[in-house]
């Protein structure tokens, strides 16, 4: 069994930062990639940023410039540091992993709301 534990989140003013963080437990846990999705009512969850375990990164074109994500070689997580925020960004945030012979999974889901 795989769990992701997403922290972070929260009310941001416009031009603010905020910090996303997410680890997987699990035993003998081998990772291809992680990353994080957003989702809004009514529309499809939407790829924001991704990390594979050889440390290639790629982001949505919404987000290039302003957001970072980062893996940690000590255990099996990701941050997504997030400047320059817009309220644009306001959105369900996902957590997601591609655990190598167990399949993908994903977070409970984080909010983040961009408002002033």
């Known amino acids: 069994q795989v769990q992701l534990v997403e922290s972070g989140g929260g009310l941001v003013q416009p031009g603010g930062s905020l910090r996303l963080s997410c680890e997987a437990s699990?035993?003998?846990?081998?990772?291809?990639?992680m990353g994080w999705y957003r989702q809004v009512p009514g529309k499809e969850r939407q790829l924001v940023a991704r990390?594979?375990?050889?440390?290639?990164?790629n982001y949505s074109d919404s987000v290039k410039g302003r957001f970072t994500i980062s893996k940690d070689n000590g255990k099996i997580a990701v941050s997504l540091q997030m400047n320059s925020l817009k309220p644009e960004d306001t959105a369900t945030y996902f957590c997601?992993?591609?655990?190598?012979?167990?399949?993908?999974?994903w977070g409970q889901g984080t909010q983040v709301t961009v408002s002033s």
């Open positions: 990390v594979t375990v050889n440390g290639d990164t």
């Open positions: 699990g035993r003998f846990l081998r990772w291809l990639a």
């Open positions: 997601h992993a591609n655990i190598v012979g167990l399949g993908q999974y």
